[in-house]
């Protein structure tokens, strides 16, 4: 079992920048592809990123070009940088890790995005 404590949420203006990182402990992190999923209020969860064992990623089309998905295998930490933040980006950012049809998440950290 894997366990993963996400940080770097918190009140942002539109456009500016945050920077969530996700660190895990328990098994080795490097077999576990990676996720950052999202749940605005009254919407369904989304993924926004996710990075592979081997490091390809891809993303969300409402991101692309904005968010970038990384890991530091060394530091058993995942990271989503946010960049232009718009207010639709407000939701509850999770962290996930995937090994087959396992998947173990966060507890989430707020994103607020204000006009």
């Known amino acids: 079992q894997v366990q993963l404590v996400e940080s770097g949420g918190g009140l942002v203006q539109a456009v500016g920048s945050l920077r969530l990182s996700c660190a895990a402990s328990?098994?080795?992190?490097?077999?576990?592809?990676m996720g950052w999923y999202r749940r605005a209020p009254g919407k369904q969860r989304e993924l926004v990123a996710h990075i592979t064992t081997g490091g390809s990623t891809n993303y969300a089309d409402s991101v692309k070009g904005r968010f970038t998905i990384s890991r530091d295998n060394a530091e058993d930490t995942v990271y989503l940088q946010m960049n232009s933040l718009k207010p639709e980006d407000t939701a509850v950012y999770y962290c996930?890790?995937?090994?087959?049809?396992?998947?173990?998440w966060g507890q989430g950290t707020q994103v607020t995005v204000s006009s």
């Open positions: 996930a890790a995937v090994d087959g049809p396992q998947a173990y």
């Open positions: 328990g098994r080795p992190f490097n077999r576990y592809a």
